[in-house]
């Protein structure tokens, strides 16, 4: 069976990069560390890490299961602090929509920060109106979502937060690697690989490829970034990404590109519900996701 913990250390494996640091992150020694990793592999009879990579790469069942635990651990997180605080405390959560794949990482600093400031609150932070999240604002089922996209809407009030560049990413060895910009014929036929999203629904064929007429090659989905960024890597196709999922490639032989002459920039939005019941912490919540997406913008 897999545990709680073997997720939590795999995620701690992700974020600091080697065996010692996640063992300092966890609170163990390395040898506790690599006997619990040593048990989960034994559970699921296959590495979860590729050995003496630099930096540490994660086979395909490893990152499967950083993906379940990407899924599942913040939810765990708020559970266990509603029920410690009573079910009554529903009435303080604050239940956000993302439509963004790339968001979640850098999003976890701003709930940490809005819990210093509202300790009495909570915050679920869910993908799983994908598709759908402005409709699930307005019937009550989220009270915030961070969008894109506004739809114009009589219930609904949006707040821009920042705005980002969407870029193209590509091996070091690609021949779009050393273009200044990419332009929308030099990506025809290629494969693109991008989050578990319906091709139409992605800016790089919306808004860059299908207006100039441009096919591109197959289209091949990854659920975690991390993953995401190797495949680019090992040229197994191209990805258009935020700048911020990009920084993530430190110690990756890849690069990003400017897509187009003036680059593809998105808007971020906050929306939420005219005449919230909590909309002082709404808007405090919000002005903390724009202070961290400004701060994770490229200098």
Request: proline residues 6%; aromatic residues 6%; glycine residues 6%.
């Amino acid at each position: 069976m897999i545990e709680l913990r073997h997720l939590r250390t795999l995620m701690a494996l992700k974020e600091s990069g080697s065996l010692a640091a996640a063992a300092k992150k966890r609170f163990v020694t390395q040898s506790a560390l690599s006997h619990q990793i040593k048990e989960l592999e034994t559970r699921i009879n296959s590495p979860v890490f590729v050995r003496k990579s630099k930096p540490l790469s994660f086979t395909q069942e490893g990152a499967r299961l950083l993906n379940l635990a990407e899924e599942i651990l913040p939810r765990v997180m708020e559970t266990e602090s509603v029920l410690k605080k009573g079910l009554e405390s529903d009435a303080n959560l604050i239940r956000v929509g993302i439509e963004c794949h790339s968001c979640f990482r850098w999003l976890m600093p701003v709930m940490e920060a809005f819990r210093a400031e509202f300790p009495d609150s909570d915050l679920d932070l869910s993908s799983r109106h994908l598709f759908d999240s402005l409709n699930a604002l307005e019937s009550g089922e989220l009270d915030i979502v961070l969008t894109s996209d506004p739809v114009p809407g009589h219930q609904l009030a949006y707040q821009h937060l920042f705005d980002f560049e969407v870029r193209l990413a590509v091996a070091n060895e690609h021949p779009l690697a050393n273009k200044p910009q990419v332009l929308p014929r030099d990506l025809e036929g290629l494969p693109i690989i991008s989050y578990p999203v319906p091709l139409e629904r992605l800016d790089l064929f919306r808004l860059f490829l299908e207006p100039a007429g441009v096919t591109p090659g197959v289209q091949k989905t990854c659920d975690l970034t991390s993953v995401l960024l190797q495949r680019i890597a090992c040229q197994d196709g191209i990805a258009a990404l935020p700048s911020w999922s990009i920084s993530e490639a430190q110690g990756l032989s890849l690069t990003s590109v400017r897509l187009g002459a003036e680059g593809l920039k998105r808007p971020l939005f906050g929306a939420y519900r005219r005449g919230s019941a909590n909309s002082s912490q709404l808007q405090r919540y919000l002005e903390l996701v724009a202070a961290e997406g400004i701060a994770r913008q490229p200098r």
